[in-house]
């Protein structure tokens, strides 16, 4: 009986992986401030060293993007004159595993509102990085979270998204390439590039 017993569970829990396994392209849409929309798609990974491979829920989410891992805009970036001085040292930094912008971050936000909102021909590419901890897949998928945050933050002062386009180089371009928490910490942000027709 008990051996009855353990078989049944055992075939369910056979049958509850398996499924689990097969579902990796379960998409939603979330809609962003101007009535653009961004696409999810929930896999499981291994975040920035999130050694549980999950955001808390036993989730994580993998954004499902534009090519070259950025979110579809009305402008093409690369065909733009690029001036990434200008807003260099407005470059926004994250916290471990977090897409949430810190309140000490909001000031540089706020200079990259002013420039977007004094020069209205101008658009901006949103960068966001990762540090190197975590699989490829999750770190692309952090980093456009990042990227989209800032957006939203920049919608919430007045710029309008449709000027921004973001693009996510997950771990691929580290600011500092050691491998100690200092490091990780600099690779951790969002930059912003000033976009400018040619």
Do not use: I, V
């Given at each position: 009986m008990k051996l009855a017993a353990f078989s049944k569970i055992s075939v369910i829990a056979l049958a509850l992986g398996v499924s689990a396994v097969g579902c990796k392209t379960n998409k939603f849409v979330t809609p962003l401030p101007g009535g653009a929309g961004q696409g999810f798609n929930r896999n499981r990974a291994i975040?920035?060293?999130n050694q549980l491979g999950n955001n808390g829920n036993g989730m994580s989410e993998d954004i499902t993007s534009a090519p070259g891992g950025g979110e579809a805009a009305n402008f093409n970036?690369?065909?733009m004159n690029q001036d990434r001085e200008a807003l260099a040292a407005d470059a926004v930094y994250?916290?471990?595993d977090s897409a949430s912008i810190r309140p000490s971050e909001q000031s540089k936000l706020s200079a990259v509102a002013s420039a977007?909102?004094?020069?209205?021909?101008a658009k901006l590419l949103i960068e966001g990085n990762c540090?190197?901890?975590g699989t490829e897949e999750y770190n692309r998928s952090l980093g456009e979270r990042r990227a989209l945050a800032a957006r939203e933050a920049l919608a919430g002062m007045g710029v309008n998204p449709d000027r921004v386009a973001t693009r996510s180089y997950g771990e691929d371009r580290p600011a500092d390439t050691d491998h100690t928490p200092a490091?990780?910490?600099?690779?951790?942000?969002?930059?912003?590039v000033l976009l400018h027709p040619k």
């Open positions: 975040g920035e060293g970036p690369d065909d994250f916290d471990f977007l909102n004094s020069d209205l021909s540090d190197e901890r490091a990780w910490a600099k690779n951790r942000r969002d930059e912003f």
